[in-house]
């Protein structure tokens, strides 16, 4: 008796999610289906074969890439050189880690005003 319940449960459940009902993926994922997706930001161009964007919209792309890449080398580098300077000060005078601290400091204040700057070029 408890199989025949069971049964009569799952043949409930399998009605509820039927995969043919339009909504079955939005109610499983919570993504909602394409009916209910606004349109992308930008559509393609009708006649051009090169891609979506125009050359100016491609440039401006490329520049802002360039910008972030060329902003996270600059953190990286001041934030290294900051922390090798520290540590090469600490051994060779035997303050550990006083200058460690300080030049890691400084590196990472250099590094922030070097993101304002690449920041305000753009």
Known sequence: ???????????????????????????????????????????????????????????????????MSQIAFTVIACVAVGLVAGMFLDRWLGTAPWLLIVFLLLGIISAFKA???VAKKF
């Open 1 to 67: 008796m408890e199989n025949a319940t069971k049964l009569e449960h799952d043949s409930e459940v399998d009605s509820e999610f039927n995969p043919d009902n339009p909504d079955f993926d939005s109610e499983i994922s919570g993504i909602p289906n394409s009916e209910n997706v606004s349109p992308p930001l930008k559509t393609p161009n009708k006649g051009s074969s090169k891609g979506s964007f125009t050359k100016k919209e491609q440039q401006t792309i490329f520049r802002a890439i360039t910008m």
């Open 115 to 117: 993101m304002i700057d």
